[in-house]
């Protein structure tokens, strides 16, 4: 069975340019987060949704960032414009609502 | 306050030789629940065992089994028999009444010496 598909695994980009990650969950999970890992601040929730709907964004650090989920299947995290301080490992990670999570490899992300 | 405490932020353990990893948890749920996670150094998330607030029995999983003290708020994670193979982070994460959403701890570093 497929797990939770993230892309790009890498992305090098300059500050200001826009940066999208992608990802694909698990079928027929109905829940959908985004965690970012650094080394300062550990493992963040930036997001999550359940049933393709936002239920809590609090942790998105600023406008600069956004997710959508436009179906069941697929989600995106935006940055715009990155900073170097978003370098991070950003997961994905997808459950039944009252499952464990199934996480992605992780998109690794350097702004220079 | 942090929801999720863990105080060992590495340690060395023997091979063949059991290990406890702390952790200890913050909530005024009633209903909650709490996980386990594996990271290797190739990055990835592995989930490994999970203990309902309402579970009398302590959850085990092949060599992982979780020492759930409800009283004191903590549910350590005993790995018996360490192997080469255990090194990694480990992550606990509690599930609280309300949401899905899990928080973490700030991991523990495991070393398993041959």
């Known amino acids: 069975d497929a797990g939770v598909i993230q892309s790009p695994r890498h992305e090098v980009t300059e500050m200001g340019q826009e940066v999208t990650l992608r990802c694909k969950p698990i079928s027929g999970h109905n829940s959908l987060f985004w965690y970012r890992q650094t080394m300062m601040r550990g493992l963040e929730l930036l997001i999550y949704?359940?049933?393709?709907?936002?239920?809590?964004d609090s942790g998105m650090p600023e406008d600069r960032f956004s997710a959508k989920m436009p179906n069941a299947s697929f989600s995106t995290l935006k940055i715009q414009p990155s900073e170097p301080r978003d370098s991070a490992v950003y997961f994905c990670?997808?459950?039944?609502?009252?499952?464990?999570?199934?996480f992605g490899e992780g998109s690794r992300l350097t702004v220079l | 306050a942090q929801k999720i405490t863990q105080t060992q932020p590495g340690m060395f353990v023997q091979e063949k030789e059991a290990v406890t990893l702390d952790c200890t948890y913050d909530?005024?749920?009633?209903?909650?629940?709490l996980f386990w996670y594996k990271q290797p150094s190739s990055g990835e998330m592995i989930f490994l065992i999970y203990q309902g607030s309402y579970d009398e029995q302590n959850a085990t999983e092949g060599r992982y089994s979780l020492n759930f003290q409800k009283a004191r708020k903590s549910a350590n994670l005993v790995i018996s028999a360490s192997q080469l193979g255990d090194s990694a982070m480990y992550f606990c994460?509690?599930?609280?009444?309300?949401?899905?959403?899990?928080?973490f701890g700030g991991g523990t570093r495991v070393l398993v010496k041959p």
């Open positions: 994460a509690m599930r609280e009444r309300g949401g899905n959403k899990l928080t």
């Open positions: 909530t005024s749920d009633q209903s909650y629940g």
């Open positions: 990670a997808s459950s039944v609502y009252t499952g464990e999570l199934f």
């Open positions: 949704f359940n049933n393709n709907v936002p239920i809590d």
